[in-house]
């Protein structure tokens, strides 16, 4: 029978297929295309070895033609493993889902296979051999993959800081993000105070967009604002005139102003003014205008309180003089109770001749005025008498409680500073008797022998004694005379004087020596209206130890007893000779009281 191919179709695969018959037999033999390789039809032949002998089983002995095939292999198209792709600046690859081997090389892929910049691309995978391989659709034409690379999106980046404040130096915007798709332009630096734009531009819009998709530049505002700059003061707003240039400084320097106005000489009132550089700078306050700052070049008064309270000066600024409120007067309690009197202020320390009026004289340089304490001779004293006696060091008024007064004279001693003559004689018919004693009064009374010179008088005035005795005399006089009739020492005791509503009846009749001293006060209590020449002192007459011969030449021995002192107080000279001197005490001169305080 005849043979046939065990096999007569095959499958192209690179490798060469042989046909095989379906028995094998010595009676023929296969040949013809027993073996392929590529796609195509076959025929192989079978032939009777001897046709002599064999014959098919048909009775015919022609050669057998048996046709095979070979046919095209299929493939599934592949596909792209990743068809889209984001731009990173780097190279992308497509692959395909079938990784082409040695043994599967029945296409290739060409065309966009490898690409980096945004965009669509098409990768192309081709049969190697149309002949031998086609699609499994039985096509076999080139197959077209698309894949694309996508364009990055990029987040819109910040600036770190978008408000400066002006300090003169640069300032330089950074961005919250770097990243090589963008790039900072524009106003990136700036100095000076003001508005600006920042532009960051996508170095490629090919391959990079912003995350919202646009690809424009974005333009990033930022300001440097004004430098506030705290308002300066003067280190010193006034200066005391020296006739030299005098100039002002701020308490603080800065760049951002300038001073002017702050260098004067005379005298008076000045502005000095602070000028901003507005375009970068402003007040702490957000002004901007010119600050003007007062200060004077003044004439200092200066007070020396001499012991007392501290005065402030006060300062002229008017350059052709001024008169100046007076301050409130110093306070002191150095002096004691009389001497803490503030009397005025002086031109003059020590002497205290120079009164500054304030109603009048005017401040034209500078100057210091002096504080004088208390009362100085001449003075209007508080009684409305004029002080002719005043010493630092109190004397005592003697009185209750002296060793010399061994009677109640209805006072106790005190201490003082100042006499006080009144501004009046005590008497209204200005003449009055000493008294009406013709005998020495004792109990203490101060008495005075007539001597040869220098007499007891010169004696005790110089070195001080009975100053102060006044008063206790007078006491005595009155306590020995009684309150019948009138006389120079009830006079005085009972003389009065009023002023600011404070009555002063601490008046008494002058010693001797204490009549001295208000005729050693000269020119000091000039104009002290005088009605007589002669006036009694409460100072007697005294025999005891007399010398015989040296009383005055209208006197004899006989009126040792029946005589006191009395004092001229018009006599210009000062030798004991006619300015004091002794009259009966029935005779009548003028009474003038005292006072110590």
Same mark, same amino acid.
């Given at each position: 029978?005849?043979?046939?191919?065990?096999?007569?179709?095959?499958?192209?695969?690179?490798?060469?297929?042989?046909?095989?018959?379906?028995?094998?037999?010595?009676?023929?033999?296969?040949?013809?295309?027993?073996?392929?390789?590529?796609?195509?039809? +076959?025929?192989?032949?079978?032939?009777?070895?001897?046709?002599?002998?064999?014959? %098919?089983?048909?009775?015919?002995?022609?050669?057998?033609?048996?046709?095979?095939?070979?046919?095209?292999?299929?493939?599934?198209?592949?596909?792209?493993?990743?068809?889209?792709?984001?731009?990173?600046?780097?190279?992308?690859?497509?692959?395909?889902?079938?990784?082409?081997?040695?043994?599967?090389?029945?296409?290739?892929?060409?065309?966009?296979?490898?690409?980096?910049?945004?965009?669509?691309?098409?990768?192309?995978?081709?049969?190697?051999?149309?002949?031998?391989?086609?699609?499994?659709?039985?096509?076999?034409?080139?197959?077209?993959?698309?894949?694309?690379?996508?364009?990055?999106?990029?987040?819109?980046?910040?600036?770190?800081?978008?408000?400066?404040?002006?300090?003169?130096?640069?300032?330089?915007?950074?961005?919250?993000?770097?990243?090589?798709?963008?790039?900072?332009?524009?106003?990136?630096?700036?100095?000076?105070?003001?508005? +600006?734009?920042?532009?960051?531009?996508?170095?490629?819009?090919?391959?990079?967009? %912003?995350?919202?998709?646009?690809?424009?530049?974005?333009?990033?505002?930022?300001?440097?604002?004004?430098?506030?700059? =705290?308002?300066?003061?003067?280190?010193?707003?006034?200066?005391?005139?020296?006739?030299?240039?005098?100039?002002?400084?701020?308490?603080?320097?800065?760049?951002?102003?300038?001073?002017?106005?702050?260098?004067?000489?005379?005298?008076?009132? +000045?502005?000095?003014?602070?000028?901003?550089?507005?375009?970068?700078?402003?007040?702490?306050?957000?002004?901007?205008?010119?600050?003007?700052?007062?200060?004077?070049?003044?004439?200092?008064?200066?007070?020396?309180?001499?012991?007392?309270?501290?005065?402030?000066?006060?300062?002229?600024?008017?350059?052709?003089?001024?008169?100046?409120?007076?301050?409130?007067?110093?306070?002191?309690?150095?002096?004691?109770?009389?001497?803490?009197?503030?009397?005025?202020?002086?031109?003059?320390?020590?002497?205290?001749?120079?009164?500054?009026?304030?109603?009048?004289?005017?401040?034209?340089? #500078?100057?210091?005025?002096?504080?004088?304490?208390?009362?100085?001779?001449?003075?209007?004293?508080?009684?409305?008498?004029?002080?002719?006696?005043?010493?630092?060091?109190?004397?005592?008024?003697?009185?209750?409680?002296?060793?010399?007064?061994?009677?109640?004279?209805?006072?106790?001693?005190?201490?003082?500073?100042?006499?006080?003559? =009144?501004?009046?004689?005590?008497?209204?018919?200005?003449?009055?008797?000493?008294?009406?004693?013709?005998?020495?009064?004792?109990?203490?009374?101060?008495?005075?022998?007539?001597?040869?010179?220098?007499?007891?008088?010169?004696?005790?005035?110089?070195?001080?004694?009975?100053?102060?005795?006044?008063?206790?005399?007078?006491?005595?006089?009155?306590?020995?005379?009684?309150?019948?009739?009138?006389?120079?020492?009830?006079?005085?005791?009972?003389?009065?004087?009023?002023? #600011?509503?404070?009555?002063?009846?601490?008046?008494?009749?002058?010693?001797?020596?204490?009549?001295?001293?208000?005729?050693?006060?000269?020119?000091?209590?000039?104009?002290?209206?005088?009605?007589?020449?002669? +006036?009694?002192?409460?100072?007697?007459?005294?025999?005891?130890?007399?010398?015989?011969?040296?009383?005055?030449?209208?006197?004899?021995?006989?009126?040792?007893?029946?005589?006191?002192?009395?004092?001229?107080?018009?006599?210009?000279?000062?030798?004991?000779?006619?300015? %004091?001197?002794?009259?009966?005490?029935?005779?009548?001169?003028?009474?003038?009281?005292?006072?110590?305080?």
């Amino acid at each position: 029978m005849k043979p046939e191919l065990e096999q007569n179709h095959f499958v192209h695969n690179g490798s060469p297929h042989t046909v095989e018959l379906t028995a094998e037999n010595g009676a023929y033999e296969l040949g013809g295309d027993i073996t392929g390789t590529d796609f195509g039809d +076959y025929t192989a032949t079978v032939t009777l070895t001897d046709t002599d002998n064999f014959e %098919w089983t048909d009775g015919t002995s022609d050669s057998l033609n048996l046709t095979w095939t070979i046919g095209k292999q299929q493939f599934a198209k592949p596909e792209l493993v990743q068809s889209h792709f984001t731009h990173t600046g780097s190279p992308h690859t497509v692959e395909l889902t079938v990784e082409l081997t040695v043994g599967n090389d029945a296409y290739e892929l060409g065309g966009d296979v490898t690409q980096t910049n945004a965009g669509n691309y098409t990768a192309v995978v081709t049969l190697t051999s149309t002949d031998d391989y086609e699609w499994t659709d039985g096509t076999s034409d080139p197959l077209n993959l698309t894949w694309s690379i996508g364009k990055q999106q990029i987040d819109k980046p910040a600036l770190t800081v978008n408000q400066f404040t002006f300090n003169g130096s640069p300032h330089t915007v950074e961005l919250t993000a770097e990243n090589d798709a963008y790039e900072l332009d524009g106003d990136v630096t700036q100095t000076n105070a003001g508005n +600006y734009t920042a532009a960051v531009t996508l170095t490629s819009t090919d391959d990079y967009e %912003w995350a919202d998709g646009t690809t424009e530049p974005l333009n990033l505002n930022w300001s440097i604002g004004k430098q506030q700059v =705290a308002k300066p003061a003067l280190t010193v707003n006034q200066f005391a005139f020296n006739g030299s240039p005098r100039t002002v400084t701020l308490t603080e320097t800065n760049a951002a102003y300038t001073l002017s106005g702050h260098t004067q000489t005379n005298a008076g009132n +000045y502005t000095a003014t602070v000028t901003l550089d507005t375009a970068n700078n402003e007040w702490a306050d957000g002004t901007t205008a010119p600050l003007n700052l007062n200060w004077s070049i003044a004439f200092m008064v200066s007070f020396n309180s001499n012991g007392g309270t501290a005065v402030e000066q006060i300062a002229v600024v008017t350059h052709t003089g001024a008169t100046i409120t007076a301050p409130a007067p110093p306070t002191t309690t150095a002096g004691g109770a009389t001497l803490n009197r503030f009397r005025g202020w002086y031109r003059d320390n020590g002497t205290f001749a120079q009164a500054w009026n304030f109603a009048t004289d005017t401040v034209s340089d #500078n100057i210091t005025l002096h504080a004088d304490w208390g009362y100085r001779l001449g003075d209007t004293g508080p009684g409305g008498g004029r002080i002719f006696y005043r010493v630092e060091t109190p004397f005592t008024v003697l009185g209750n409680g002296s060793s010399s007064v061994p009677i109640d004279v209805g006072f106790a001693e005190y201490q003082a500073h100042y006499l006080e003559v =009144a501004p009046s004689n005590a008497s209204l018919s200005n003449l009055e008797a000493w008294g009406f004693s013709q005998v020495e009064i004792g109990n203490g009374l101060t008495s005075f022998r007539a001597t040869i010179s220098p007499d007891d008088i010169f004696n005790a005035f110089n070195l001080g004694l009975y100053i102060g005795s006044g008063r206790k005399d007078t006491m005595i006089i009155i306590a020995e005379l009684g309150t019948n009739g009138q006389y120079a020492a009830r006079l005085a005791a009972e003389y009065t004087t009023n002023v #600011n509503s404070i009555t002063y009846a601490d008046w008494f009749l002058p010693s001797i020596t204490e009549w001295i001293l208000l005729r050693d006060c000269g020119s000091d209590v000039s104009g002290l209206p005088l009605v007589a020449t002669w +006036y009694w002192s409460s100072s007697q007459h005294t025999s005891r130890g007399q010398v015989s011969g040296h009383m005055p030449w209208f006197l004899d021995e006989s009126d040792y007893g029946r005589l006191a002192w009395m004092m001229n107080l018009t006599y210009g000279g000062r030798d004991g000779d006619g300015e %004091w001197s002794l009259l009966h005490k029935e005779d009548t001169l003028a009474v003038r009281a005292i006072r110590a305080f």
